[in-house]
């Protein structure tokens, strides 16, 4: 009652037929063990690792803070606008009439020449 299937007919691999004939000792097993362990963290270095990633997580801005920041950034960009408007028109103001200015202050000053002020 078998399947009718035999071994005797395939080849053993080169690695199969050299990991037989090759017994483990307990030395061998332990340089294995210590040659994956020499590539594995240390408690100390996993620590620092964390301590890395807390002080990255503390620098990263969430979406909520870009939002927040957003919406200062628009308010004072419209305050300072305003702020510029009203400069600009106080300039606007003195630009526009400055000639007359400084025609009224030469008037001014021959009237006072004339009655003996300066």
Same mark, same amino acid.
């Given at each position: 009652?078998g399947?009718g299937?035999?071994?005797?007919? $395939?080849e053993? %691999?080169h690695? @199969?037929?050299?990991?037989?004939? &090759?017994?483990?000792t @307990?030395?061998?097993l332990?340089?294995?063990?210590e040659?994956?362990? %020499?590539? %594995? !963290?240390?408690?100390?270095?996993?620590? !620092?690792?964390q301590?890395?990633?807390? !002080?990255?997580?503390?620098?990263t801005?969430?979406?909520?803070?870009l939002a927040?920041?957003r919406?200062?950034?628009?308010?004072a #960009?419209?305050?300072?606008?305003?702020e510029?408007?009203?400069?600009?028109?106080?300039?606007?103001?003195e630009?526009a009439?400055?000639?007359e200015?400084?025609?009224?202050?030469?008037? @001014?000053?021959?009237?006072?020449? &004339? $009655?003996? #002020? !300066?």
């Open positions: 009652m399947l299937l035999t071994f005797d007919k $395939v053993p %691999t690695t @199969i037929d050299a990991m037989a004939k &090759k017994t483990t @307990i030395e061998d332990a340089g294995m063990v040659r994956g362990f %020499t590539n %594995t !963290a240390s408690a100390a270095e996993l620590r !620092a690792l301590a890395q990633v807390v !002080a990255l997580g503390e620098q801005a969430t979406k909520e803070d927040t920041t919406e200062e950034l628009h308010s #960009i419209g305050s300072l606008s305003s510029m408007k009203d400069e600009f028109g106080k300039f606007r103001r630009l009439y400055g000639p200015l400084d025609e009224l202050r030469e008037r @001014i000053k021959k009237l006072e020449r &004339k $009655v003996g #002020i !300066a």
